[in-house]
């Protein structure tokens, strides 16, 4: 049981370039979240995806896209990288609904020049 | 805006000790907390989730309470192990989940 797969787990862009951050799980989970962890910061949402065809923005959405592809998918893109989006990303999931646990997966270090 | 707090941001005990980890909260109006465990280069693995109607939870060494009325949580770790070593977070839960900074337990053999 693979729980919840983030690809890449390392990348280097330069500023400017554009990439996505790919993230599925196989718990049949209907919510699914994009975090960035940065020192001093905590972690912090970007997105999230309620149930499947429905996204809404986080605390920190600015420069950052997202897609739920589908229940078991959801990716995050970056447009146009900023060094101010180096960070540790994170994706989660859960069943829904107001006490179920959330999953995480191991994270996308992600360093921007 | 529901903000959450760790405190001590690190700790170090000798093993066999017993301990507590704090997490104050200053919105009562959550759902739930959840306390996780990060290990360095990891992802944040789920150790206790509190329902908000609930007062304490357990699993195994590990003993999580809740006091909505002051905005705080704890979590207690009883006979700690060098294997316990990691950071520990709280997440808050109003819809969006809040988290800590975290507190890094050392526990030396």
């Known amino acids: 049981n693979a729980g919840v797969t983030q690809t890449p787990k390392f990348q280097v862009l330069k500023t400017g370039q554009s990439m996505t951050l790919q993230c599925a799980q196989d718990m049949n989970h209907n919510s699914m979240y994009w975090y960035r962890q940065d020192p001093g910061m905590g972690l912090r949402l970007i997105y999230y995806?309620?149930?499947?065809?429905?996204?809404d923005k986080g605390e920190v959405p600015n420069g950052y896209n997202v897609s739920r592809l589908n229940k078991r998918e959801f990716s995050l893109r970056l447009e146009s990288a900023a060094p101010s989006q180096t960070s540790v990303y994170f994706c989660?999931?859960?069943?829904?609904?107001?006490?179920?646990?959330?999953?995480f997966g191991d994270g996308t270090r992600l360093s921007i020049l | 805006k529901q903000e959450v707090t760790q405190i001590p941001a690190a700790l170090s005990v000798p093993e066999g000790e017993n301990l507590v980890l704090n997490c104050s909260f200053t919105d009562s109006a959550i759902y739930n907390l959840q306390w996780f465990r990060q290990d360095p280069g990891k992802g944040l693995t789920s150790l206790l989730l509190?329902?908000?109607?609930?007062r304490e939870q357990t699993s195994g060494r590990l003993n999580a309470s809740l006091d909505k009325s002051s905005g705080r949580s704890t979590l207690y770790i009883a006979a700690s192990q060098p294997g316990d070593s990691a950071t520990y977070l709280c997440?808050?839960?109003?819809?969006?989940?809040?988290f800590g900074d975290g507190t890094t337990l050392t526990v030396k053999p």
């Open positions: 989660a999931s859960k069943w829904g609904g107001a006490n179920q646990p959330q999953h």
């Open positions: 997440a808050v839960d109003a819809g969006k989940s809040t």
């Open positions: 995806s309620a149930s499947e065809g429905t996204t």
């Open positions: 509190i329902q908000s109607s609930q």
